[in-house]
């Protein structure tokens, strides 16, 4: 066992963060009037110690010592309570209640997502949570699964804690923000804070909008390799509503998701808003209910004065914008005479004149109408009387810029690059056709006694004469020109028809996805045969009610 100050002693660790090690500790003594919970010797309770790095910042001890009463004074139903602050020599711990339950994130991965209704339910009392810290001018600024403990109620049902109130303010000091672009995970950010613009309690609603899609999807709406992909997401994409969620319950989602803080309802309107949600998208839920719950955007109404965070360049929350710790101090000008320099001294600023007794200052060398400040090494002793040229810097450089105009990038025709040309073969000349000999004659018949001739003119038929048609002349092929690219790639066309009928597949599966109930049916996971009965049912209703129509 380790003591931690006189009256608690840890015993086994229960977790570890980003920002310390959660302990199982026993109080020793009761606590003395500093602490918020006196408590009773024997009593068990939960203590972050946080990392010595930040124990080791003295930023961050000063407000740890600041924020004391804020802390210690923050109480609601939903909120692990912090009993007491210790600090000791380089220990920083805050003794809180022990939650006997598994934390949101571990009870996700192994359960499952939540209903809709579940979701509802759990995530408004989260924002009773917030408003009541809102209220007070804290900002948890760190909103996330893994930071909601489910405590065991008297019934069995879950009964959400939200704790690490505070820890992100006592991270964000200069000593720790100068290597960390913005204080929370990458996944739960808000857009402003990864920007490093302005942070108010609107952070803490866009967390929600985060945790509403994981509970009821079961992953986070923006994901990615690196956390600067995450982080490009969370400022340039809008989540795609998935079709488990109700329309009601992505109006919520879609209002705390928004990338303009001040379009985000307050904490106590989101609780609102998700309990009428939670109430329509019931199965036992009235008909006006269920009107209600389709309306709930007209709940969503932004907080006019959200709480801000002091140190982001929001002011206001209670606390003055110095009051931080970490802002830059205003630039100072230094007095005209001054003389001597200080490295670690705030930025310095010189006159346009020049100081006095330097060069271009008054009663300086260069006189009143020089440039005071000349970022050129010295020009080296020439002859006297010479007078005061260009420096041997500038021509140099005006020698390059000579040089670099000679070099010109034109662009080049490829029919009129030699190297690419392709010699043009020209087309033959059409072929005449080639001299046939004339046919050969036959032979004159004999003579024959004409009265034989006459007889053989009666029996026989007179003789048919075949013409056979003229050939037409064939016209010569024109030249075939040939492709830049000769390569020829076989099965081309078998392609070409595989990926139209993938692509007539895809529309078709499309169109039946959004023009027909199915959407609906795998929602409320009937099955094919229900499905089909469920349509028919529907088609022959459809036609009934037409026939008693026209009657």
């Keep these: 066992m380790r003591p931690v100050g006189s009256k608690y002693l840890l ?8 920002t310390g090690t959660v302990w199982r500790a026993r109080q020793r003594e009761t606590a003395g009037a500093e602490a918020a919970v006196p408590g009773q010797p024997g009593e068990t309770v939960a203590i972050k110690v946080l990392k010595e790095e930040l124990a ?89 699964p893994a930071n909601v403990l489910l405590a065991t109620g008297p019934g069995g049902e879950m009964h959400p804690m939200l704790t690490d109130f505070g820890i992100a303010r006592l991270a964000d000091s200069p000593g720790q923000t100068r290597t960390h672009e913005f204080v929370g995970t990458p996944a739960y950010v808000a857009p402003e804070s990864a920007e490093g613009r302005p942070q108010t309690s609107a952070v803490d609603i866009y967390g929600c909008g985060i945790m509403l899609y994981e509970l009821v999807t079961g992953r986070p709406p923006f994901a990615g390799e690196t956390a600067l992909e995450v982080l490009h997401k969370h400022l340039s994409e809008e989540p795609r509503r998935p079709t488990t969620v109700p329309e009601p319950l992505w109006t919520v989602i879609e209002h705390c998701l928004r990338k303009n803080p001040d379009q985000r309802p307050s904490a106590v309107n989101l609780a609102h808003g998700l309990r009428t949600v939670a109430a329509g998208v019931g199965v036992h839920a009235s008909p006006a209910q269920a009107e209600a719950a389709l309306g709930v955007a007209a709940l969503l109404i932004p907080d006019p004065a959200p709480a801000a965070v002091p140190g982001s360049g929001g002011g206001g929350g209670g606390h003055g914008v110095g009051a931080a710790g970490g802002d830059a101090d205003p630039t100072q000008v230094l007095p005209t005479g001054a003389s001597a320099y200080d490295p670690n001294a705030a930025t310095a600023f010189l006159p346009a004149g020049g100081v006095p007794g330097g060069p271009g200052g008054p009663g300086g060398p260069g006189g009143p109408g ?21 420096h041997p810097w500038q021509t140099q ?67 048919q004469r075949y013409e056979p048609p003229p050939t037409p002349r064939r016209e010569p092929r024109p030249p075939r020109q040939r492709s830049a690219n000769p390569m020829r790639i076989p099965g081309l066309g078998c392609l070409k028809g595989c990926l139209f009928s993938i692509l007539i597949l895809v529309v078709a599966a499309w169109l039946i996805w959004e023009l027909t109930p199915l959407q609906s049916w795998v929602a409320e996971g009937k099955s094919l045969w229900q499905a089909t009965v469920d349509g028919f049912n529907q088609v022959t209703d459809w036609f009934s009610e037409l026939g008693r129509t026209f009657e």
């Design 11 to 18: 015993e086994e660790v229960l977790g570890r963060g980003a």
């Design 56 to 144: 080791h910042d003295p930023d961050v001890v000063m407000r740890f010592l600041r924020e004391r009463s804020v802390l210690l004074r923050l109480t609601h139903p939903n909120i692990v309570r912090t009993r007491d602050l210790v600090v000791e020599g380089d220990l920083l711990a805050l003794v809180m209640d022990l939650i006997d339950g598994p934390d949101l994130h571990r009870y996700l991965r192994e359960n499952g997502p939540f209903s809709p209704v579940g979701t509802a339910l759990l995530m408004a009392q989260i924002a009773d949570a917030l408003a009541a810290s809102h209220h007070d001018g804290v900002v948890h600024r760190d909103l996330k």
């Design 370 to 390: 020089e440039d005071a400040t000349r970022a050129m090494p010295p020009v080296p002793p020439g002859p006297p009387g010479a007078g005061d040229g260009e």
């Design 397 to 463: 450089l005006r020698a390059a810029r000579d040089r670099n105009e000679h070099t010109q990038v034109q662009y080049l025709d490829p029919e009129d690059d030699p190297l690419r040309r392709r010699p043009q073969r020209r087309p033959a000349p059409p072929q005449e056709p080639a001299y046939a000999p004339p046919p050969p004659q036959p032979e004159p018949p004999r003579p024959q006694p004409r009265r034989q001739q006459q007889q053989r003119r009666r029996q026989e038929p007179p003789p």
